[in-house]
């Protein structure tokens, strides 16, 4: 067992708004010390299965789990351990019955300016396996508190992520676990919530810069 730095949610060129490739990613993750992963673009795993097959590839130091963040009809939910690209579009229950071989996490869930699934939590928390308390890109404060509380009041594991679009949002937050580095030892720890969560509001500079992306790629 070691202790992991862990950034759960980071999106490559393959998000309509985002512009990094596999090699930028990797290289931006390792030189802030973190050691495992996962690529979570809109609507696809493309991304992740292209990092992680380079990774692999040039025996980098870090592991990368294939991940993919969907729009349902009642907000984003992310999808990791499953390679197959989930359908947006679906309801929130048909997309949990889809990727339920995954490990299912409920992305920014009360940020009021994002898709986040808020109050639907309620009735599917049961088949959430983690919410991420913290999202660097949140840009109110009280939204990633009221994540963290619910998380601890319902006792579900709550973790943090990045949402980086841009290599210098890489590790901007970031949660810590003591496990192997397997992905079974990783969600079984997860699971177990002995968690340590990091992190920082990058503020609004990254959502300008990828919302001009999204305008013109």
């Known amino acids: 067992m ?8 980071i999106h490559s060129y393959h998000s309509h708004d985002g512009t990094m490739k ?8 390792i030189s802030k010390n973190i050691d495992v992963i996962s690529i979570t673009d809109h609507n696809s795993t493309k991304g992740g ?22 729009k349902t009809l009642s907000g984003e939910i992310i999808v990791i351990n499953i390679e197959e690209t989930i359908p947006d579009g679906m309801s929130l229950e048909a997309t949990l019955e889809y990727g339920k071989k995954g490990f299912i996490i409920s992305p920014h869930p009360f940020d009021k300016f994002r898709k986040g699934i808020g109050n639907e939590l309620d009735r599917v928390k049961d088949r959430i396996d983690a919410i991420e308390v913290f999202n660097s890109r949140t840009l109110i404060s009280s939204h990633n508190n009221l994540a963290d509380t619910y998380a601890k009041i319902n006792k579900i594991p709550g973790v943090a992520g990045s949402d980086a679009h841009l290599s210098e949002e890489i590790g901007s937050s970031y949660f810590t676990i003591k496990s192997k580095k397997t992905k079974n030892s990783i ?31």
């Open 22 to 29: 596999p090699e930028q990613i990797l290289e931006a993750a």
């Open 187 to 217: 969600f079984k720890s997860i699971k177990e919530e002995k968690i340590s969560i990091y992190g920082r509001q990058t503020g609004l500079k990254p959502h300008i810069k990828t919302g001009l992306t999204s305008l013109f790629k």
């Open 49 to 70: 299965i292209e990092s992680r097959d380079y990774a692999e590839k040039k025996d980098l130091p870090i592991r990368v789990l294939v991940g993919q963040e969907i």
């Open 2 to 9: 070691e202790r992991l730095k862990l950034d759960f949610h």
